[in-house]
């Protein structure tokens, strides 16, 4: 079959869970046989190509109308200032309507051109962010099933909030159009169609992981803990801090390595002075980098508030490496608690200062814990598993 997936983030160059997910996913699809492509609408000052071919994907960035290096300065005061004033005077809804108009032409001639049998939308969309009014991401011509890896009003309503209502619209309209709906997991469906009123069927595959690529056997750094993520409240980072401080005091030879961008000197706050000196900030760094933390590491630990499925925590199992994962959200469904790794919930510092203890002082629950994970996540998350999932998927819709 010919498949069109819809990214807006595909590697390389920065990118999300989503962009890990779906270039592991099409690279997998190419190598049973499929004619794979991959294009996203792609935003302002997004560095790369506009058109090359990866493992045999092909892969199209598209650009919108205000492309410009100063705006992939994500990160600099400037750039963040002129977000704001480009968004409140209206210019960049006048240039989202003109972009996703050529957009949606430009997505057309590649389902002509590469005979597209059926394309996979996500359900966020990051240019939404950015929207005054109600503009909705295009209808395509081909059956078009849409991935729930967590939307805007998703994480919105995770968090207690509300996103403005023409979002929502946005968001319940693209599913109420869609051929398919599935889920990375059953807790963001379910949440999904709650949040979003939906009363389609809702199907679950879950994101898949190369077990061969993380799984290379790797000497263990007694003490070690990892945590890997974005710095912000959601993943739990500032509940780790505190209940590090209880480990230090029990095991000061253990280290907490920290992978991933964010307010580090506001998180620095939440460590004893003493706690300090036993955590090594590392930032971004690159996925051979971090896999290979992660197999060093005795223990890898993400206390979560909100998920959709929970990759980096799946990817740790499969580097035989014990895991902490949260109680909440996707948690039970990816560990099985006291067999394949812990759950904890993330707002209880006890529980959490707790289990790292039990596993940093018990080597062989710690061992048992971890080879149960790593058996999991070869049997049931393997991506060639899970491509085979998807084919079949797809299958149900082309030859309905």
Not at 45 to 53: A, E, I, N, R
Not at 390 to 398: E, G, K, P, S, T
Request: aromatic fraction near 10%; hydrophobic fraction near 40%.
């Amino acid at each position: 079959m010919n498949i069109l997936y819809i990214c807006d983030e595909y590697p390389p160059g920065r990118h999300g869970g989503i962009g890990t997910a779906v270039q592991l996913l099409a690279r997998q699809m190419a190598k049973l046989g499929h004619k794979v492509v991959v294009a996203g609408y792609y935003d302002w000052g997004y560095k790369g190509l506009d058109h090359f071919v990866d493992n045999g994907v092909e892969v199209y960035r598209f650009r919108r109308r205000l492309s410009s290096g100063f705006f992939g300065k994500t990160n600099a005061l400037s750039t963040r200032m002129a977000y704001k004033v480009l968004k409140a005077s209206g210019v960049f809804q006048w240039d989202i309507n003109i972009s996703l108009k050529r957009y949606h032409h430009f997505l057309e001639e590649i389902i002509v051109k590469h005979a597209i049998d059926i394309a996979e939308v996500p359900d966020y969309h990051d240019y939404m962010r950015f929207c005054t009014v109600y503009t909705p991401f295009p209808e395509l011509s081909v059956p078009t099933v849409v991935r729930l890896h967590g939307s805007i009003t998703y994480f919105s309503r995770e968090a207690g909030t509300n996103p403005p209502s023409f979002i929502k619209q946005m968001e319940r309209d693209l599913l109420l159009r869609a051929t398919g709906i599935f889920s990375v997991s059953k807790y963001t469906a379910v949440k999904t169609a709650e949040y979003l009123e939906l009363q389609k069927d809702i199907d679950v595959i879950y994101n898949g992981i190369d077990t061969a690529a993380v799984s290379r056997p790797v000497a263990k750094q007694p003490g070690n803990v990892v945590f890997t993520g974005s710095l912000a409240h959601k993943k739990g980072i500032y509940q780790l801090m505190q209940a590090w401080n209880t480990v230090h005091k029990q095991m000061p030879e253990a280290e907490l390595d920290v992978y991933g961008k964010g307010p580090v000197k506001k998180i620095k706050r939440f460590l004893t002075r003493d706690a300090k000196s036993s955590v090594r900030f590392n930032g971004h760094v690159s996925r051979q980098e971090l896999m290979e933390a992660l197999a060093r590491a005795n223990v890898a630990i993400f206390p979560s508030f909100a998920e959709t499925f929970g990759l980096a925590a799946l990817e740790a199992m499969a580097c035989n490496t014990a895991v902490i994962f949260t109680t909440r959200t996707s948690g039970p469904e990816i560990i099985e608690d006291g067999k394949d790794g812990f759950l904890v919930d993330p707002a209880n510092i006890t529980d959490i200062a707790n289990k790292l203890c039990i596993l940093l002082k018990n080597e062989d629950l710690c061992n048992q814990l971890a080879g149960n994970g790593q058996r999991k996540a070869r049997e049931q998350f393997d991506i060639a598993l899970i491509a085979e999932q998807h084919q079949n998927y797809y299958n149900r819709f082309i030859t309905a």
